[in-house]
């Protein structure tokens, strides 16, 4: 057997690797055209802020490591130009030496990823504006900050590398603006949003929300109302969109979401040919309908999903809940499954309360934490959670991931066996206080 898969970033080198685990005997070839693959894009923030200065961390692996290790063929800096999905076939392109040739394939798996969102703005193509996605955007930016030292930063988005960023160009010393064209943090309620704007307000970001942006001339970001937000340097994080020309060239069906769609085995509408990444919409656990949310964590299960079922080891795809996480400074940000406001537009007669404990005791040094929970009033069922505060976030935020994933019921969470000690909780948890209150309120 032949595989071809296209991409080399986390859903790529995870198919690859997982054929070569049920299989020892596969031909496996990746193209990729960039220069690194199997990269830890999420650290990029971090390199840049010089949090750590290793780069050897954030690309720890190489086509050689592949090819070394599990004799998985990586071609770099080669562009596939078009499938033949009849005779089983594509063009790829060398753009180093310009050679054009042809490759064969008995499976196929498309992981060609996403690339940024670039909104029509003016000035957009100024030396001083960047884009972060990849290894080669994280380099361009720290080399303009090392040549230009750039005193005022603007960030347009305030997704999560847009918030993670934020962090970034302030322990770099600039002064940061943070630019939303509506609220911030995407997927938090509006009542628990006010604590991310009131820390970063504490920690001297200048926010601007309900916000466009006009232009970008050489003075900064031209606003709505016309005004000028300065800045040296400006990061455009709006968003990511599917790279799905390729599978759209062939006749792959294409899902409602604009990214491709696939079953629960990773097989795209065409016989051999799978895709899995950030370039396909999978779906929802809660609502069971799909959803584009392109996230690391899922790429590399998708990969992984792909990579059994093509070596004839069959997984079905669960969904997700979109559960994400990020710190800003010394605050962390969780979210998982449906907002309140996802909700109710979804159809959901909803109950949903907010909850503030501390982590753990003040006597040992316990500090606030607020967690919000989302359930369907006629079932009791568990929708989503958000859960903002400075230690234990993580630990709560995954809790609350397992029971929404099982369909526990907000009553459910007060019986859960949890962990307690001074160092690490209150001896009844915040998740149990959640799961109290939000009963209360169900029972009305």
């Not at 960023?165 to 010393?173: A, D, Q, V």
């Not at 759209?248 to 895709?275: C, F, H, P, R, W």
Request: hydrophobic share 40%; net charge neutral.
């Amino acid at each position: 057997m032949r595989v071809i898969i296209i991409g080399a970033v986390a859903a790529g080198t995870s198919a690859a690797t997982e054929i070569r685990r049920n299989n020892k005997e596969a031909e496996i070839v990746i193209y990729e055209k960039d220069t690194y693959v199997s990269y830890a894009g999420c650290g990029m923030p971090y390199y840049i802020s010089n949090e750590f200065n290793d780069f050897g961390e954030l690309v720890p692996r190489n086509p050689v490591f592949f090819k070394t290790k599990s004799n998985i063929n990586i071609m770099i800096e080669h562009e596939v130009l078009s499938i033949d999905p009849y005779n089983k076939s594509i063009t790829i392109k060398n753009i180093s030496s310009k050679e054009v040739f042809q490759d064969t394939y008995d499976k196929l798996v498309i992981a060609t990823g996403a690339t940024s969102g670039v909104p029509e703005i003016k000035g957009a193509d100024r030396k001083n504006v960047f884009l972060l996605r990849n290894i080669n955007d994280m380099n361009k930016i720290k080399a303009f900050i090392e040549s230009e030292s750039p005193k005022k930063a603007a960030i347009i988005g305030t997704g999560f590398i847009g918030m993670e960023m934020c962090e970034s160009f302030k322990n770099l010393g600039m002064e940061v603006s943070l630019i939303a064209r509506s609220s911030i943090a995407k997927g938090i309620d509006k009542d628990m949003n006010v604590h991310i704007e009131q820390h970063l307000n504490k920690k001297g970001i200048n926010v601007f929300t309900n916000t466009p942006t006009q232009e970008i001339n050489e003075f900064g970001v031209v606003i709505g109302d016309g005004s000028t937000v300065e800045a040296d340097i400006i990061l455009i994080a709006a968003g990511i969109k599917p790279n799905v020309e390729l599978a759209k060239s062939i006749g792959i069906t294409l899902g409602t979401t604009g990214a491709i769609k696939v079953d629960k085995y990773m097989q795209t509408n065409i016989k051999d040919i799978y895709s899995c990444g950030d370039c396909i919409e999978v779906y929802n656990t809660v609502t069971n309908k799909v959803v584009y949310k392109p996230l690391g964590s899922t790429a590399n299960k998708t990969g992984t999903i792909a990579g059994s079922n093509i070596s004839g080891k069959i997984e079905e795809f669960r969904g997700i809940l979109g559960t994400g996480i990020y710190r800003i400074f010394d605050m962390t940000v969780g979210q998982t499954g449906l907002s309140e406001e996802e909700a109710k537009k979804q159809g959901y007669d909803v109950a949903a309360t907010i909850d503030q404990k501390t982590n753990k005791p003040e006597y040992m040094g316990g500090r606030p934490i607020f967690i919000k929970v989302v359930a369907d009033k006629k079932t009791g069922m568990l929708l989503g959670a958000q859960v903002i505060g400075y230690e234990g976030v993580d630990k709560r935020l995954d809790v609350l991931v397992t029971a929404i994933t099982l369909k526990a019921k907000a009553e459910d969470l007060m019986h859960l066996d949890l962990a307690y000690s001074p160092p690490y909780s209150i001896p009844r948890d915040p998740v149990y206080y959640s799961g109290a209150k939000l009963k209360a309120v169900l029972k009305k």
